[in-house]
C-alpha cells in the first residue's frame, strides 16, 4: 500500500481536492496544461492527463510493476482511490495511479517559498548563470555581487552589483545582463545607487525594492524606469524584507536593530534588538540580511555574532536557530554569516560567508545537516565559493548563490530523485 509520511515535504501552499473518475485527489488541476508539463514546486511532478478527459498534477517517477492496469477497456479502476492514467513512464499500459501520490505536488508557488523535502539535494557543480567573465562593468561582468533574486515568473534573476552601483538583470541562458536601476556612477540622484545591497522583487507589479545603504534609503525601481523612486530616507539599512501585509523590515547595521516601516512612514518601529551591539538574545553585533516569512517571524543573520536569529513577531528577544558557538568550521559553527532564507518545512538555507559554503540547518537542529556546496577554503571552481553573499530559490527549489569575490551567480540545480524513498 502506498502512503506519505506526513513531514516528509512541506506544501507551500494547501492543495485543492478535485474529483477525477470518481476519486478524490488531494492535488490542483491542470487543464491549461499538456500532458506531463511541469505544474509543481516539485519538479517530480506533472500533469496527468486521464482517461476519462480529467487533468491532475501527480508524482511522475513511480514503479510501473508496482500498480495495477486498467481493466479491458482502458479506462476503468475498481481500486478506491485510483484513476486510469496513461502513463509515460508505464509505456503502452493504462495503469490505476493512486490519489495520494499526488499529494507531494504542490502548486508552484508565486509568493511563498517552494516546497522542498528533506532527502532533496543540490548539484555540487554550479552553472554560471551571471558574470563569471572577471571583475568589472561590462554586460557580461559583475563586481563584487551582493545580492541575488529570483522572478518566479519566468526564472530572471536580479543582481545587486555593489561596485558598479548597478542592479543587474539575467534572462535564463543569457550571456550578458541589462542594467535596470542605477549604472550611472556613485551618487545620491534618483537615477544613481551608492552601494546597493539587499534586493527584492515585488510580485504585484514587478518593481524592484533597493537598500540604496550609504545613501541611507530605500528606492522603488518600476519596470522600464530610468529613476528611482525614494519610498523612504533616513534609513540606514543593509538587509531589507516585505511581508505579505506590505510592511518593510531593514537591518540596520551600526545600530544593531531592525526596524519596520509602512509605506508613507517617517519614522519607523524597532520590531527587533535595539538594545546596544552586544550578544544577549535582545541584541545583535551588526545584522545583515534578513528573511520574513508568512507569519511575520523574521530571520536575522547576526553576522558578528556568527549566528541566526529567529524573531517571532511581538517578542522581546530572539532565538538562535543556528550557530552561536564561537566562530569555526564546524557543523554547528558559522562565521560571519550573510544572509539566510527558510523554506516551507523550517529549513534553514545559510551564506556562511567566511567559510566559504553554503549550509542547510534542519529546523531545529543544533547542527547543519550538509554543507551544500562550497567548502572552507575560497575557490573558483565551479564546486567552490569564495565568501558567498546571497541566496535564493526558483520555483522549482534550485538554488542561486552570489560568490561575491567570484564575481558570479552560480546555479544549483535540485535533485528530488531521493525523495521517492518517503513513498512507500
Known amino acids: 500500500m502506498i502512503s ?38 516539485n519538479s517530480a511532478c506533472g500533469c496527468f492527463h486521464s482517461t476519462d478527459g480529467n487533468t491532475f498534477c501527480g508524482f511522475i517517477y513511480v514503479t510501473c510493476s508496482e500498480l495495477v492496469s486498467c481493466l479491458g477497456n482502458n479506462r476503468t479502476c475498481f481500486q478506491p482511490g485510483t484513476v486510469c492514467v496513461q502513463h509515460p513512464r508505464c509505456h503502452s499500459r493504462p495503469v490505476c495511479y493512486p490519489s495520494k501520490m499526488a499529494q ?18 543540490w548539484s555540487s557543480n554550479g552553472i554560471t548563470v551571471a558574470g563569471g567573465n572577471g571583475a568589472g562593468d561590462a554586460l557580461n561582468q559583475l563586481q563584487f555581487p551582493v545580492g541575488v533574486v529570483v522572478d ?30 542605477g549604472g550611472n556612477g556613485r551618487g545620491n540622484e534618483s537615477n544613481m545607487l551608492n552601494t546597493a545591497t539587499q534586493i ?18 530605500v528606492q522603488r525601481w518600476r519596470k522600464n524606469s530610468t529613476n528611482g523612486e525614494t519610498i523612504f530616507s533616513n ?33 519607523s518601529q524597532i520590531v527587533a534588538g535595539g538594545n546596544g551591539k552586544g550578544s544577549g538574545l535582545d541584541q545583535f553585533d551588526h545584522p545583515s540580511y534578513l528573511f520574513v516569512d508568512q507569519n511575520q517571524t523574521l530571520f536575522i543573520a547576526d553576522q558578528w555574532n556568527n549566528r541566526i536569529i529567529k524573531w517571532l513577531k511581538g517578542a522581546k528577544q530572539g532565538i538562535v536557530v ?42 531545529d537542529a543544533t547542527s547543519a545537516n550538509v554543507t551544500i556546496v562550497g567548502g572552507i577554503e ?15 530559490f526558483d520555483r522549482y527549489g534550485n538554488l542561486y548563490v552570489v560568490d561575491h569575490y567570484n564575481h558570479r551567480v552560480q546555479m544549483f540545480k535540485i535533485d528530488i530523485s531521493d525523495c521517492q524513498k518517503s513513498i512507500t
Open 104 to 121: 507531494i505536488c504542490p502548486s508552484i508557488p508565486t509568493t511563498t517559498m517552494p516546497s522542498i523535502c528533506l532527502q532533496a539535494k
Open 4 to 41: 506519505i509520511e506526513k513531514n516528509d515535504l512541506a506544501n507551500s501552499e494547501k492543495n485543492h481536492v478535485i474529483l477525477v473518475g470518481g476519486s478524490q485527489f488531494a492535488s490542483q488541476s491542470c487543464n491549461e496544461l499538456s500532458q506531463y508539463e511541469k505544474c509543481s514546486s
Open 235 to 267: 534609513i540606514p539599512c543593509v538587509g531589507l524584507a516585505m511581508d505579505s501585509e506590505g510592511s518593510f523590515y531593514a537591518t540596520e547595521w551600526d545600530d544593531s536593530r531592525v526596524t519596520k516601516w509602512h509605506l508613507g512612514d517617517t519614522k
Open 378 to 392: 575560497e575557490e573558483s571552481g565551479h564546486d567552490r565559493l569564495s565568501f558567498p553573499n546571497d541566496v535564493a
Open 322 to 363: 543556528a550557530g552561536d558557538n564561537d566562530e569555526g568550521q564546524n557543523m554547528n559553527q558559522l562565521i560571519f554569516p550573510t544572509s539566510v532564507i527558510v523554506d516551507q518545512l523550517g529549513t534553514l538555507y545559510i551564506t556562511d560567508t567566511n567559510n566559504n559554503r553554503l549550509q542547510r540547518w534542519f529546523k
Open 200 to 217: 527584492f522583487l515585488d510580485k504585484k507589479d514587478g518593481s524592484l525594492l533597493i537598500c540604496d545603504q550609504v545613501n541611507k534609503r
Open 152 to 181: 518566479h515568473k519566468d526564472d530572471s534573476i536580479y543582481i545587486s552589483d555593489e561596485y558598479n552601483s548597478r542592479v543587474m538583470k539575467w534572462i535564463p541562458d543569457a550571456k550578458s545582463g541589462t542594467v535596470v536601476a
